[in-house]
Structures are given as C-alpha cells and as structure tokens.
C-alpha cells in the first residue's frame, strides 16, 4: 500500500477543486491510503468527497494585525508585480511547523499557497506539484517560486500548454527542473448523474439561454462577457446569459451590467454547488477566459453536448475543434458576440456541434488519466 498525501487550501467552488474531487472519487483504493489535508474547512464541494480519503486539518496560525498590515502594504506597493500567494508566503512562511507523519508521496495541487507548504513543511519519498494555470498570465514570478519548486520530484502541469509556458518561464532564469503534463479527469458519469438534479433556476422558453462558469475574477474575461450582451441585445437578440460563480470583481462587474444596460438578460447567479443542470439545459455555453491551465469547464460543456464559443486561450484548442465541435474566438467583446451570434442564426451548425459531440469518447481521457497518474505513482 503506498501512503499518499494531497495538500489544498479547501474544497471550495473552482475547476482545480472539482478536479482533485474527480480523482480523488476515482483511485483504487485497495493500493493506496490517501489523506487529504484542508486547511479551510467546509467548502461546498466536501460533501461529495469519497468516504475512503482521510481528511486531515491543516495548521492554524495567528496572523497579527502587523501582518496584515504588512501583507495589505506588500499588495498596495506591488513594485516586483508578485502574485498575492508570492507575497502571502512571504510573510507567514516561518509560522509553520514540519508535519510529522513522512509519507510515500506528496502532492501539492494548485500553485501557490498548496505547492509552497507541501515544499517546505511536509515530508515525504517523492513530492509532485501540480500546476493548473498558465503560470505567466496567473501572474507568479518563477525567480521567487524556483527554490520552492526544485524540492520537488516532478512538476505536472495539466496540459502540454500549461507545461511548455511554466518550461518556457524556467528558460529565462536558466534552470531546468523535471516536468509533465497529465490532463484532468473529468468524471462523464458522475457529470451526467448530477446534470439530471432539479435547480432553482427554469430558463425562458422565449430566450437564448447562454451559461458561464466561473469566479468573478479578472482571469475568466467578464468584462468581455458583459459588453458582448450588450451588443447582442443591441444587435436585437432576445438573450438571458448566466453566469454561475462568485469572487472578488463582483461589485465591478455589477456596475459594469449597470453601465450596459444589460440588468434585464446578464444575471450574476453567485456559487452553484452543481452547475451541470445549468449547462445542460442551456442553448450555447461560452468561455470568455483571459487563460486556463486547461478548460475544465469547456469540457464539461462538450461532456454535455452543448454548442459552445470559447476565446482562444491556448488550451481551447486541445479541447474544441474549430467549426467542428464549437467555435473559438478572439479574445475580445466583438468576435464572442459575433460568434455567439452565428450559433443564434445557425441552427445548422449548431446541431452539428452537437452531433459531433455525442460521437465522441468520452472515457478515453479519463482512462488515459488515471493509467498516467498510476505510472506517476508507480503502481502497477
């Protein structure tokens, strides 16, 4: 049996969330012991954890009013442009103690906060990092990450994209460390059941229901997503576009639905613990991401069958096939409008998308991942 350990801040609303969930819901249990340690409890998607994991509480640590102080100073005076995670490090970095259990393996999942602790603080035979951003755009600084992440046997980005960007960040400080790419699992069958619960919300018989999800951060190109309602709606287009997620641009992007005029058809749904009933049901799923580490949410969609617009962040086109499984578009309010548009108008190439969706398999990924993650373990 090997004795595995995964390090997350919580199980919170969020793709990289929804993914260690995915896997941790699929590992043969009867070669591994699997502990998971949170250190903030009570996240919405803990509920729908495998019962087979131990859950193991992180450290707490008192942070002073000094500290915070500090850390809101760092943010404000951000000369070096350093990620908040890179600055949050900084400060609270020493609080910490070793945990004392030793592990066979130990995975940091999700840059940040997770990788540094599972570097520092935790020992274990072999420790993986998993990397599940585009590591130059999310904003880290591979100078100030560099000597976290060489403690560690490999780095496993989740798409050759986010894999050649974080090789290509390496370059510029002239250091090579060991690194992979292993897609997400996305688990179809687990997608499908909860895609059939009842939700609060019935979509307008009479509308374009458009869905999106994600947090309401600067990342994921709402400010896109909104002015390209108001072109459509200008355009004379009968729309009701949702989106399903919360964060800190909420306030900014209220006003900004303000501003457009759009308060009669962008609605700001907040967190949904199951976001699948949504995406079903829906007519067209778009993705107006500044960058992804992968797309998870695309994939859902296209689990699903869903038309689907996406911008062209590099990792769209390992998921949709342009003109044949949806449409990437530029980055920008004009090309998501006029692609959205084109489904609208479209309904041919609409129910292509589809057609060609359902011809799809859909456990090849999976299988292939798990069959990598157990190659990573070592386990036959």
């Known amino acids: 049996m090997k004795n595995i350990l995964f ?3 919580s199980l ?6 929804r993914s260690l969930l995915s896997l941790l819901n699929n590992l043969d249990y009867t070669c591994l012991n699997v502990d998971l340690m949170l250190f903030k409890r009570g996240g919405v998607q803990e509920k729908d954890l495998t ?8 450290q707490s640590i008192n942070i002073s009013g000094c500290e915070r102080v500090r850390y809101k100073l760092a943010r404000f005076f951000n000369f070096k442009k350093l990620h908040n995670a890179q600055m949050f490090w900084k400060i609270v970095r020493n609080k910490y103690k070793v945990y004392p259990t030793k592990y066979d393996i130990a995975i940091g999942w999700g840059q940040g906060f997770a990788t540094y602790f599972t570097s520092e603080y935790i020992c274990a035979d072999k420790k993986y990092a998993w990397l599940n951003t585009d590591y130059r755009l999310a904003g880290y600084k591979i100078a100030v990450d560099y000597s976290l992440y060489k403690n560690f046997t490999k780095i496993v980005a989740v798409s050759e994209g986010a894999k050649k960007i974080f090789l290509n960040e390496l370059s510029k400080i002239e250091k090579k460390l060991d690194v992979g790419a292993i ?3 996305i688990d179809i ?10 939700y609060e919300h019935k ?4 509308k374009i229901n458009i869905v999106s999800v994600g947090g309401l951060t600067n990342q994921k190109g709402w400010d896109f997503a909104t002015d390209a309602a108001k072109k459509l709606k200008q355009q004379g ?3 009701n576009w949702y989106v399903l997620g919360d964060g800190i641009k909420r306030t900014e992007l209220e006003e900004q639905i303000k501003r457009n005029n759009v308060q009669d058809c962008f609605f ?14 829906c007519d067209i799923y778009v993705q107006t991401s500044r960058f992804e580490g992968l797309g998870r949410t695309i994939i859902e969609a296209s689990l699903l069958n869903k038309p689907i617009v996406t911008t062209n962040f590099p990792t769209a086109y390992g998921i949709i096939e342009h003109e044949k499984t949806g449409l990437i578009c530029e980055m920008n309010a004009d090309s998501i409008a006029e692609s959205v548009e084109r489904l609208i108008n479209d309904k041919k190439l609409a129910d292509s998308f589809v057609d060609n969706l359902k011809q799809q398999d859909k456990e090849k990924d999976k299988k292939n991942t798990l069959k990598q993650i157990y190659e990573l373990f070592e386990i036959e």
């Open 12 to 17: 919170q609303m969020g793709g990289a969330e």
């Open 51 to 58: 019962d087979k994991v131990n859950i193991i509480d992180g």
């Open 183 to 185: 897609v997400n699992i």
């Open 237 to 239: 287009h009968s729309i």
């Open 189 to 198: 069958e687990n997608v499908e059941t909860r895609s059939n619960e009842k």
């Open 268 to 281: 700001l749904l907040g967190t949904i613990p199951n976001p699948y009933p949504y995406i079903k049901d």
């Open 7 to 9: 390090v997350i801040e």
């Open 203 to 206: 979509f307008a018989v009479d």
